[in-house]
């Protein structure tokens, strides 16, 4: 039977394994036995001691920038904050929520109640151009963040880097429990956080009306100014989400990933669904009236009733999000018009 002995090193964040005769150091190993029982702690031929062992294992922590960098960040994350204020952005690259506003640079995609077919697997990225694409990353995320991943051997090359994503979070704000989408996003995904200290969560499940977070396999803080980068089992093999308790204050990251040349991607639109008069009219009885009206007819009146008939429904439905935590979630059902299009709050990560 083949013995495993595994060496940890907590500081390091490092793992390594001797087989068989191999001898290790004293007082630094101990002896694991194969067993079944085992195999959840088992990652990369690895056997850990905890599951918390596991997800640290795929964790790098450093802080990288100082005060005076981390003030640089955020003034340009408010600039940013005062772009899209005015509008200047792409309508994809700001979303926001009530307790959240996401930024998206060089590539955004459909995710949450984006999405046509909901669930893990089904998210896709925006087309490169047209309407739908998003903003290129800005430049200041490519000399004062990108860069100094680089320079600190974090990242392979300044190109790997082909998304940018801003979070601005108010207290109370809160990203449920997901995994960021294997199809999409090479590893690792390497985050700053700003603005002030918070933690970032494993294994919590979320439940709503009220809001409430199991707690956490394990809880990692995340202090001002530190680069965060997860990869195997903290990345793939258990979710992470931050928990409204863990936004005391308003708080900022940037996420920083790589997007795979292949990941799936929608085709750009063929034609602006808005713009398109003839479905516009098809769809909509308002419309037909008013039209019929304007020719003087009578035959396709609205009534009250056929007007009340253009409200929401499947508000407010819960689904299971990344097989783990649950989201509150609304949609409409019927095609938006250019006059009912309404935006609703959300929880998506
Ligand atoms: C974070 O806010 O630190 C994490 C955000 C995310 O995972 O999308
Ligand atoms: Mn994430």
């Known amino acids: ?23 290790p150091v004293e007082n630094d190993v101990c002896l694991l036995d194969d067993d079944e029982d085992d195999d959840e702690l088992l990652d990369g031929g690895v056997l850990y001691e905890s599951e918390e062992d ?16 981390c003030e640089q960040l955020e003034e340009q994350i408010e600039m940013v904050e005062e772009k899209a204020n005015r509008g200047e952005y792409k309508k994809n690259t700001v979303d926001r929520s009530p307790l959240r506003v996401k930024y998206f640079f060089g590539e955004g995609y459909t995710y949450g109640d984006q999405l046509e077919r909901k669930g893990p697997g089904m998210e896709r990225l925006y087309p490169k151009t047209g309407p739908d694409a ?8 490519k000399k004062l963040v990108i860069a100094p991943c680089f320079r600190a051997g974090l ?22 429990s997901h995994v960021d989408p294997i199809q999409l996003f090479d590893r690792p995904i390497v985050s700053i956080n700003l603005l002030s200290d918070s933690a970032l969560c494993f294994g919590c499940k979320f439940r ?3 809001i409430r977070v199991s707690p956490p396999v394990l809880r990692l803080p995340m202090k001002r100014g530190a680069v965060t980068l997860l990869s195997n089992y903290a990345a793939d093999g258990i979710t992470h989400c931050v928990r409204p308790e863990d936004v005391i204050h308003r708080r900022q990251v940037i996420i920083i990933r790589r997007v795979f040349p292949d990941a799936p991607r929608l085709p750009p639109p063929a034609v602006e669904p808005w713009n398109d008069l003839t479905r516009t009219v098809r769809l909509t009885p308002i ?16 009534s009250k009733g056929a007007n009340s008939g253009r409200t929401l429904t499947g508000q407010y439905r819960k689904r299971q999000h990344s097989g783990d935590s649950e989201v509150a979630s609304a949609e409409e059902s019927s095609p938006p018009t250019p006059l009912t299009r309404k935006k609703h709050p959300r929880i998506v990560f």
């Open 1 to 23: 039977m083949e013995r495993r002995w595994a060496w940890k090193d907590r500081e390091n964040i490092q793992v390594l394994t001797f087989l068989n005769d191999e001898s």
């Open 54 to 69: 596991k997800i640290r294992a795929g964790i790098v922590q450093k802080r990288l920038f100082s005060d005076r960098l």
């Open 134 to 141: 998003v903003d290129p990353i800005p430049e200041w995320i």
């Open 155 to 176: 990242i392979p090359s300044m190109e790997w880097a082909n998304s940018a994503v801003i979070n601005d979070y108010l207290p109370g704000g809160c990203i449920v």
């Open 208 to 210: 709503f009306k009220p």
């Open 287 to 302: 419309y037909k009236s008013a039209i019929d009206e304007r020719r003087g007819g009578t035959a396709s009146r609205v």
